[in-house]
C-alpha cells in the first residue's frame, strides 16, 4: 500500500508494464515490509505491551521481536502465495478478515468461564442466554442480564453485529449506472456501474491504520515521558478497569478514539462530536485520494473506456472525461463517508469486535463473493442475492 501511495503521487518513477521494474518495486516491498515488521514488532515490545522490559530480560525481548517478526513475514509470504495465482484475492484482506471473524465467533460461542463476582459465567454471548435461562429462576431477569450485560459480550452486541453486516450488505448494491456504447460495433450497449462504495474497505484501512499509528506513538512516548505537557496532549493513558489494556482518556488519542458504548457517547457529547466528524472526514478524504493514485480516478476510467472501444451514450468522447470527473469523484467522497458513518455507528452500537473491524470483515467477504462469481458460475446466485 506505501508503494501504491509513492507510486499514484510519482514519488517514485515505476513503470510496471517492464519486467525489470516489476521485478525490482516488487523487491523493495518485501524489503520494506521487513523493515516495518522489525520496527514495529521492536516498538511494540520497548513500548511495555507484553510487559515492562526490564521485566521481562533480555532474552525475553529479542525472542517475542522474533516471533512478531517471524509472524510478520510468515503473512507477507502467504500474501504473495495468493497474488501468485495460487488462491484468490489479497492475502492480507483474507487475513484480516479471517481474525475478525474469528474473534466474533469466539465472542459468540466462547465456552471460557468467567468469575464475575456473582458466580461464573460464558464469555460467549449465546453460549451465556442458555446457561442463564437455565440456572436463573427468575427467567425475565436471566434474559435482560444476557441481553445486556456489561464487560462481556451480550446478545444486543450480537445483534448489533448483524444489523451492521446487513447495513453494508444492502449499501453495496447502491450504484450508478453509466450507460455506454461500442465505437466499434453499432448497437452494443452496455453500463459501466460506480458503486456507492466506490474504493470498497480502502477508506477505513487508511485511517485505521492512521489511528493505530497515532495511539502506538502516544502509548510509547507516555510511558516514557508521562509528565511533558506535550506528550499529554497527544495522549493520557490509563488501563482499564479490571484489564491490563490501555485506553487513552485525554489528549488527541483521546478523540481519535471511539466512546465506549452509546452512554459515554451522551456523558460527553464534545468527544461524540469530534471523533464523528474525524471519521466522516478522514474516510471521505482518504476514499478521494486513493482514486488518484489507485488507477481508478476518472481520466483513468475514461482512458480504460477508450482503449476498450468505449464512449458514453449521449455524450462525445471528448465529454466523457468531464462527466465521470463530475459522477466518480462525488461517488468516492460520500461513499467513503458513509464507511465512517456506518463504523461509527458499528461502534455506538457495541459491535463485537470495533466497528472498523467488523467493516472490514464485511466489505473483504463480499469482495471475495464478487472474485468468486467472477471465477466461477456464480452470477445467477449473486444476482438473485442481490436482486
Known amino acids: 500500500m506505501v508503494f501504491q501511495l509513492l507510486a499514484g503521487t510519482h514519488m517514485i518513477d515505476v513503470n510496471l508494464d517492464l519486467k525489470s521494474d516489476r ?10 515490509a521487513f523493515v516495518l515488521s522489525a520496527g514495529t514488532a521492536t516498538v511494540y515490545v520497548f513500548s511495555g505491551l507484553y510487559g515492562p522490559p526490564s521485566d521481562l530480560g533480555a532474552g525475553i ?5 522474533l516471533q512478531l517478526v517471524v509472524a510478520g513475514m510468515i503473512v507477507i509470504l502467504l500474501d504473495e502465495l495468493l497474488q501468485k495465482g495460487y488462491g484468490l484475492g489479497s492475502g492480507i484482506s483474507l487475513f484480516i478478515a479471517t481474525n475478525i471473524c474469528e474473534s466474533i465467533m469466539w465472542k459468540a ?22 446457561h442463564l435461562l437455565l440456572t436463573w429462576p427468575n427467567k425475565q431477569r436471566a434474559l435482560q442480564e444476557a441481553f445486556y450485560r456489561q464487560n462481556l459480550p451480550n446478545i444486543m452486541n450480537l445483534l448489533a453485529t448483524l444489523a451492521v453486516f446487513g447495513a453494508v450488505i444492502y449499501l453495496q448494491g447502491f450504484r450508478v449506472e453509466i ?22 474497505n480502502m ?33 493520557v493513558w490509563e488501563a482499564k478497569e479490571g484489564t491490563s489494556q490501555l485506553s487513552a482518556i485525554s489528549g488527541l488519542a ?21 471523533y464523528i466528524a474525524y471519521m466522516l472526514t478522514a474516510c471521505a478524504v482518504f476514499s478521494k485520494t486513493w ?5 481508478s480516478s476518472p481520466r483513468d476510467v475514461a482512458k480504460q473506456l477508450k482503449d476498450q472501444g468505449l464512449v458514453m451514450a449521449g455524450h462525445r468522447d471528448q465529454s466523457m472525461y468531464k462527466e465521470l470527473k463530475r459522477i466518480i469523484p462525488t461517488a468516492a467522497a460520500f461513499g467513503g463517508a458513509c464507511i465512517g458513518a456506518l463504523s461509527v455507528a458499528s461502534d455506538l ?9 467488523t467493516l472490514l470483515a464485511v466489505t473483504i467477504i463480499y469482495g471475495y463473493f464478487e472474485i468468486a462469481a467472477k471465477e466461477g458460475d456464480l452470477s445467477g446466485m449473486k444476482g438473485m442475492i442481490m436482486g
Open 179 to 200: 450507460p455506454v456504447k461500442s465505437s466499434r460495433q453499432r448497437g452494443a450497449r452496455g453500463s459501466y456501474p460506480v458503486r456507492l462504495f466506490y474504493t470498497s
Open 23 to 32: 521485478e525490482l518495486y516488487q523487491t523493495a516491498q518485501k524489503l520494506l
Open 203 to 235: 477508506p477505513i484501512m487508511l485511517q485505521s491504520a492512521l489511528s493505530s499509528n497515532v495511539f502506538l506513538i502516544s502509548q510509547m512516548l507516555y510511558s516514557r515521558f508521562s509528565d511533558n505537557l506535550l506528550v499529554r496532549l497527544f495522549g
Open 291 to 295: 482514486i488518484e493514485v489507485s488507477g
Open 254 to 274: 483521546y478523540y481519535m478514539s471511539p466512546p465506549l458504548n452509546m452512554k459515554d457517547a451522551l456523558i460527553d457529547p464534545i468527544h461524540t462530536v469530534v
Open 349 to 357: 452500537m457495541g459491535a463485537l469486535g470495533s466497528g472498523t473491524g
Open 61 to 65: 525481548v529479542f525472542l517475542l521481536i
Open 109 to 130: 460461542f466462547s465456552p471460557t468461564t468467567i468469575n464475575t463476582g456473582r458466580g461464573p459465567e460464558f464469555e460467549g454471548a449465546v453460549i451465556a442466554l442458555f
